[in-house]
């Protein structure tokens, strides 16, 4: 049966006046410390450039008030896409910096629990 160990072999030690004697590279010699007194101090902003997090979502406007009527798109049984129509019921500031908002079918007047980006919705009927 084979084993799975390796049989070790003894390494022989190298006498320090037989060691090869190689100057450092003057890049080694440099202390580790200059390279990070070198580093920039202006950190990397988290986002891309041109491009900011919303400081403060109170401040987007919504679009669409309590009551005005919009249009969604929907999806049939069927698997067909066809628009709904909804009125808005509530309307909320995301953390994230959008407005969302919870619909209530035109025609049957039933509140959809879920809350709907803003860019997902039409003004009109």
Do not use: C
Not at 3 to 22: C, G, K, V
């Amino acid at each position: 049966m084979a084993t799975d160990m390796l049989e070790a072999e003894p390494f022989q030690a190298i006498e320090a006046s037989r060691a090869p004697n190689f100057m450092p590279h003057r890049a080694d010699v440099q202390a580790q410390d200059q390279h990070l007194d070198s580093a920039p101090e202006v950190q990397t902003p988290l986002t891309k450039s041109g491009v900011a997090p919303i400081k403060n979502p109170e401040a987007a406007e919504a679009r669409f008030r309590k009551g005005d009527l919009v249009r969604k798109k929907a999806s049939a049984s069927s698997g067909a896409q066809t628009k709904a129509a909804y009125s808005i019921y509530a309307s909320r500031n995301s953390p994230h910096g959008w407005v969302e908002y919870q619909l209530k079918d035109f025609y049957t007047h039933k509140v959809d629990g879920t809350w709907t980006r803003e860019k997902d919705l039409k003004a009109g009927a």
